[in-house]
């Protein structure tokens, strides 16, 4: 049984997005939630953290539930965007109780997922979710409307840097060029999610660049963000994907320093024989071959040589 044909048997649905939700998670969900809204039937959307007021335009607001009535008990489809492995649900222990119950759908296009799901449509040669659900619509031949493609294409440009990263190909500049023709503002989406940084941020970012640490053996670059400077999430994200501009860097790396005793590590890189998923798995994290990263328990130090994580 196809997705399709298992969202037509279902009565309620869960549709989830990732922790520290970015366009590509909440683009997928919003597409799919758009769909499921056309075709009439009963969701909601779900996500343990806030929306950035960035993605407000996406209009999904009136979809997701708040955290503390979540009842997962209450669905018989859950369907998981863009999570890597469950514990990026933010609720993998309660959708471990009603496996069995309720069917798990996993759509992702991440290597190192696991299949956790029942359905599992995972492809990690997609740019994005959102072009893996694109092309999810385009085979059942489903109509996508203004809405559902200004999701979609979100997903798609921030997940491909705007079409400057490795995630950009011939498939995903093509879905964007027919989401664009179903009147999708680009002018939105550019202002809110990409051309959105103030002065303020930028000079931040300017601080943290002015003591890089740069291994010439290694050749990886390294930037520290320490709770003392009260970095909002919105900050941290992108940061890693501006570093790639240094052209010496195999890898850049952005250790930022929680005020809750946890390491957050964000690992990018441009060069075709080096994957940093492999890298990020070996402490508990993932991602792609060009862009991961994980969390670990500990703080950032610096000694003679230069940064160090101790647990």
């Known amino acids: 049984m196809n997705i399709i044909e298992t969202i037509d048997n279902s009565d309620n649905i869960l549709l989830i997005s990732h922790v520290n939700p970015d366009g590509d998670t909440l683009g997928s969900a919003g597409a799919v939630g758009f769909y499921l809204q056309q075709v009439e039937k009963s969701f909601d959307l779900y996500c343990v ?8 335009y996406m209009g999904l607001d009136g979809f997701f539930i708040h955290p503390a009535t979540l009842d997962t008990t209450k669905y018989d489809l859950i369907i998981a965007v863009d999570c890597a492995d469950p514990l990026r649900t933010g609720i ?4 471990e109780k009603v496996k069995g119950k309720a069917t798990i759908i996993n759509i992702d296009h991440h290597g190192t997922n696991p299949n956790y799901g029942d359905i599992n449509i995972v492809k990690a040669d997609a740019s994005s979710t959102c072009e893996i ?5 385009q085979e059942n ?10 999701c979609l294409i979100t997903g798609i440009l921030t997940d491909t840097g705007y079409f400057s990263n490795a995630a950009t190909t011939s498939s995903a500049i093509a879905a964007s060029s027919y989401l664009m023709s179903r ?14 940084q103030s002065l303020e941020t930028l000079k931040f970012w300017g601080e943290i ?4 640490h740069y291994n010439e053996k290694s050749k990886v670059v390294t930037a520290i963000i320490t709770p003392a400077e009260g970095v909002e999430k919105e900050i941290f994200e992108g940061f890693s994907n ?5 052209y010496e860097a195999d890898i850049t790396l952005v250790l930022f320093q929680t005020p809750d005793g946890k390491v957050k590590a964000s690992m990018r890189t441009t060069r075709d024989h080096i994957d940093v998923a492999k890298i990020a798995k070996r402490y508990g994290g993932g991602g792609h071959r060009k862009a991961a990263g994980f969390t670990v328990e500990g703080r950032v130090v610096e000694d003679g040589e230069g940064w160090r994580i101790v647990r």
């Open 141 to 150: 031949n489903i109509s996508i409307n203004k809405d559902m493609a200004t």
């Open 49 to 56: 953290d806030s929306l950035s007021i960035n993605f407000k």
């Open 133 to 137: 659900i694109y092309d999810l619509f």
């Open 242 to 246: 501006f570093l790639t501009i240094i």
């Open 183 to 196: 009147g999708v503002s680009q002018k939105i989406i550019l202002d809110s999610v990409w051309k959105n």
């Open 209 to 212: 660049m002015s003591r890089l």
């Open 92 to 95: 993998a222990e309660e959708i």
